[in-house]
């Protein structure tokens, strides 16, 4: 049946035709948006938090910002009228109204505004489009630059799976490469682009096979615009198209997106019942209507079909994987989201900071363990209905119904083979952007959403005529007011989006910054960000952590704060602030130990933001452990003597941290280890014994390296007689420490050192103690702590020849392998080995090791035992005391410094008389040292005292001397020997300095 040419069209193809100036221009133009596709797609920055989110933005901003400067001169000086889009124009503005209304009425105006921005820029593009493309020629050009961009894009995408990526990423490793598959962005990005490549791809192709035979002579009636002649058979466009195409599945695979699938399939299917129903009827309207309706009832029939047959084999009408699971538990927050605020919704762009308060069950557990988020529904139309209500949704989902009518009014009016091809592609397009957009969020990606804007303004220039001369008052500027609107407005709205782009710029450098504990310079750049876009709430809370780490806790507050106003629901920044003012809860009980209630007053005022977070997330586990130790703290200070009704308050404060920190481990939290620990404290103040000891063998089962757990758990079987249950753990955690894959050596080593201890002091079966010490000993002999428990035993039961196996076998190990030995152990070898005379060396070695070692408590713990052990066994060998002077002096200074005076002062007391002239002052002043923490003050400042007279040149002892003085309490003599100090013109600036903070903490 011959069909009519459908009035609708009559003013595709240009019917009135372009002046020569003005086709080049509108050339220049669209060549404009072929740069923009390929710059759009391919577009990345990697040292950004977002490397192809942000940029991608950018561009698009700044392409609408240029091309309608662009178009307004054009248009104001050459006489050319605005065309008003016909067919999606009014669809379009009526979204954009409503969206900016429903920004206005945002409770985050800021947030919604750069929402509203990207799709006013988008809309710009859309139309500026629909003013210089005319016909399906220019359409199809701009439709293989897409398909060119999006081949570059895939190839890079497959370089990155292979492990060929060219360019230089700092780390290969991290989520943010990892889930950059390509230049779109990651997976979701770039499967919501590859269909409508794919799409792209098909059309083109169908329309070479046209042009190839021979069909496509009535394409287009201007010569200059025709699509290229198919003359020459041998071209290549269809190889490149067929390996584009290729590329564009094999991507589309490697994505693993499903709901891609499901598109294109829905398009095909569109295109089979087009098929058969423009067979049957002939009027286009008629037709399109026809193949939608029975879309519709298709698309029901199939999803019903599906979830019967997923109810009968899996027994559940949906799929119940965890990626679908969580978008089906998005979809059920949403709705009550939109049920909530049916008519303006929430704001644009708020869905993911607001949607927390509305998360279901499996959503709050799934943010508890993952601490991920939904940034998107992964439904369209739900989101736009969150964004801007039930018209907004509404507005859009007629665009995509009208686009898919359009192109099958399109396929079925008479025309040339390319034309109705068009109409095919346009209609497969919308409605794979549609079925696509109800498993995703298309709409918000600037790859996809920028192509569904810029085709459907190109496809909006075909109805549109080709130049329309312009009213006699358009040569005045301000004659049109919607040029000054957009001269003003939309430098407005980009400027918004570079901001965001610079404060993420400095965001990552905060972070690499920040792993490279290079705090001060992560502080700067988070806070030049935060000047950018100080609606960005993630950037506040940084800095807020930053302080934390600095020890700035009201600084920390006051950026957390920051954080919490832009985003009340963040439920990081509420944790985040929760702590700081735990913080600064506790240096106030420990600054004003009296000032009870004003302690208790911070203290409620951190539970107030922990409470909060529990409230967003019932499932979380650090919630529960901060609001355990709240109460804890909360305890210890109602509990102080004087306090009212003490023990009753304490205990229900105790009662409250035990309730909160055992929820905390039941919900799996990753420090279960340190909470079991605490724990176990607050049973103990609450006298259950019995519990303490469960969560202490918990603590240890957790984290069985850590030997800080073991001493813990053998203080306190030591202090409740309740041995029986850390052997058992014990022993429970050899077990199955020996029965893994890989054995950990270090959680084994320490966990024989624990076993030792238990049969030593709980069973006194030396023999026991002695196996297990040295097998952990030599297990992990590479570690200074253990070899710090072992000579700790050694010493306390005088187990000398035990002592020089374990560093007979340790040294012959290491002499076989080539390594070197410990320094301490191999000195010790060589003390023991040695002459009497052997220790002077020993000493001198042990003395310069603690020297190099600023943490004197870490230093007394790997050097202590062979400072102790060498002073027993310079006891033992009886030598002459000036044959071995020098280790009586380096032993005894290395016992004084590391706190061990009862041991020390008696080989200095020995080093006095044959020690040299040089060594004389610094002995002084160690005896001193020693003699007044051993609280003998009278000694003390007789020795300081007579060390001073004797070298009143050597300020070290004068230095001495005035500290002890001070420290024994005789402050006026201290601070004339300070004010002598002062005045010595050999002192330095800083020494001065420090004199001066002394003399006046007097």
């Not at 593009?125 to 293989?144: M, N, P």
């Not at 080593?749 to 026991?768: M, S, W």
């Not at 070899?787 to 002592?803: C, T």
């Not at 301490?824 to 001198?844: C, H």
Request: glycine content about 6%.
């Amino acid at each position: 049946m011959r069909q009519k040419r459908s009035p609708h069209l009559a003013g595709i193809s240009g019917v009135t035709q372009l002046k020569p100036k003005h086709t080049r221009l509108e050339r220049v133009f669209r060549s404009a948006f072929h740069v923009f596709v390929v710059a759009l797609v391919l577009a990345m920055w990697p040292r950004i938090t977002d490397p192809t989110g942000n940029v991608k933005w950018l561009i698009v901003h700044w392409t609408a910002l240029l091309l309608a400067f662009g178009w307004i001169l054009y248009g104001w000086r050459l006489g050319v009228r605005l065309k008003f889009p016909r067919v999606f124009g009014g669809l379009w503005a009526a979204f954009l109204a409503v969206y900016f209304l429903a920004a206005v009425l945002s409770p985050f105006f800021n947030i919604s505004l750069l929402e509203f921005a990207n799709f006013f820029s988008l809309f710009v593009i859309y139309f500026v489009a629909a003013q210089v493309f005319h016909t399906e020629a220019q359409v199809a050009r701009l439709l293989g630059t897409v398909c060119f961009a999006a081949a570059l894009s895939s190839c890079y995408g497959m370089a990155q799976k292979l492990g060929w990526d060219p360019f230089p990423w700092q780390d290969r490793e991290t989520d943010v490469y990892l889930n950059l598959p390509a230049t779109y962005g990651n997976p979701n990005f770039a499967a919501h682009t590859l269909i409508l490549a794919i799409i792209f791809a098909l059309y083109l192709l169908a329309v070479w096979r046209f042009e190839r035979r021979g069909d496509a002579a009535e394409t287009l009636p201007d010569a200059t615009d025709a699509v290229p002649s198919a003359a020459s058979k041998a071209s290549v466009r269809p190889v490149l198209l067929g390996l584009g195409l290729g590329l564009f599945v094999l991507h589309l695979f490697f994505t693993e997106q499903r709901a891609g699938l499901i598109a294109l399939a829905a398009a095909g299917v569109l295109l089979l019942v087009a098929r058969l129903v423009g067979a049957r009827i002939s009027r286009p309207g008629w037709g399109a209507a026809a193949t939608l309706a029975l879309m519709v009832v298709l698309g029901l029939g199939v999803v019903g079909g599906a979830t019967l047959v997923s109810q009968r084999i899996t027994g559940s009408p949906l799929p119940l994987d965890t990626s679908i699971l969580i978008r089906y538990q998005s979809y059920v927050s949403g709705t009550e989201m939109l049920r909530e605020k049916p008519l303006f919704g929430h704001g644009p762009g708020v869905y993911a900071m607001s949607y927390p308060k509305y998360w279901t069950p499996i959503e709050q557990q799934w943010f508890a363990q993952e601490r991920m988020m939904n940034a998107h529904v992964h439904n369209d139309l739900i989101e736009l209905t969150i964004d801007g209500g039930f018209l907004v949704a509404g507005i859009y989902l007629t665009v995509l119904v009208v686009g898919m009518a359009y192109g099958l009014v399109l396929a079925f009016s008479p025309g040339a083979p390319p034309r109705k091809l068009l109409g095919y592609a346009a209609a497969s397009f919308f409605c794979a952007f549609f079925v696509d957009g109800l498993f995703g969020f298309n709409l918000r990606v600037p790859v996809s959403a920028s192509l569904l804007f810029l085709f459907s303004g190109a496809l909006e220039g075909l109805w549109l005529p080709a130049f329309v001369p312009a009213s006699a008052d358009n040569r005045t500027f301000i004659s049109k007011p919607w040029r000054v609107a957009a001269v003003f407005a939309l430098p407005i709205l980009v400027s918004l989006q570079t901001r965001v782009f610079l404060s993420e710029l400095h965001h990552f450098r905060g972070i690499v910054r920040l792993n490279q504990n290079d705090f001060a310079g992560a502080q700067a750049d988070f806070r030049k960000g935060a000047k950018h876009a100080p609606w960005n709430w993630e950037l506040a809370r940084r800095e807020g952590l930053v302080a934390l780490q600095q020890g700035h806790v009201r600084e920390a507050i006051i950026h957390l704060q920051r954080s919490l106003m832009e985003n009340p629901y963040y439920v990081l920044s509420l944790l985040a602030q929760a702590h700081a003012r735990l913080m600064l809860a506790q240096q106030q009980t420990e600054e004003h130990p009296d000032e009870v209630e004003k302690s208790l007053t911070m203290l409620e005022e951190a539970k107030v933001f922990a409470d909060r977070a529990l409230d967003i997330s019932p499932l979380d586990p650090g919630a529960e452990d901060l609001l355990g130790r709240i109460a804890s703290i909360g305890a210890i200070v109602v509990g102080r003597p004087g306090t009212p009704e003490a023990a009753a308050r304490a205990a229900e404060y105790w009662q409250d941290a035990e309730k909160h920190l055992a929820r905390a481990v039941e919900l799996q939290a990753d420090n279960s280890d340190e909470i079991y620990r605490m724990l176990a404290k607050v049973r103990v103040a609450l006298e259950d014994a019995p519990g303490a000891e469960e969560a202490l063998s918990h603590a240890v089962e957790s984290a069985p390296s850590r030997p800080e757990l073991w001493e813990e758990f053998m203080a306190f079987a030591r202090q409740f007689k309740r041995y029986d249950r850390v052997r058992s753990t014990l022993k429970v955690q050899l077990s199955r420490l020996d029965r893994a894959e890989k054995p950990d050596v270090e959680a084994i080593a320490t966990t024989y050192l624990g076993l030792g201890r238990v049969e030593e002091e709980g069973y006194g079966d030396l023999e026991k103690a002695d196996a297990a010490m040295i097998h952990a000993v030599l297990l992990a002999s590479w570690r200074p702590d253990i070899w710090g428990h072992f000579g700790d035993y050694i010493v306390r039961q005088h187990r000398l020849s035990l002592l020089e196996d374990a560093v007979r076998q340790y040294m012959s190990a290491k002499q076989e392998q080539g390594q070197a030995p410990l320094p301490q152990v191999a000195l010790l070898s060589e003390a023991l080995a040695g002459p009497p005379e052997a220790l002077n060396d020993a000493g001198t070695k042990l003395l310069g090791l603690l020297q190099t070692q600023p943490d004197l408590k870490f230093a007394a713990s790997v050097y202590g035992w062979v400072a102790r052990l060498l002073a027993e066994h310079l006891e033992q060998t009886g030598a002459v005391p000036s044959a071995v002077c020098t280790a009586y002096y380096s032993l005894g200074v290395v016992l004084n410094r590391i706190e061990d005076q009862e041991r020390a002062l008696p080989l200095l007391a020995a080093a006095a008389p044959c020690v040299t002239a040089e060594q004389q002052p610094l002995l002084a002043v160690h005896r001193g040292d020693a003699l007044i923490r051993l609280e003998r003050p009278t000694e003390a400042i007789g020795v300081l005292r007579a060390a001073a007279q004797a070298y009143p040149q050597n300020l070290d002892v004068r230095w001495a001397f005035a500290q002890g003085l001070a420290r024994v309490g005789l402050k006026e003599e201290a601070r004339a020997a300070y004010e002598e100090l002062i005045k010595e013109p050999f002192l330095d600036p800083r020494g001065q300095s420090i004199l001066q903070q002394e003399l006046e903490q007097l």
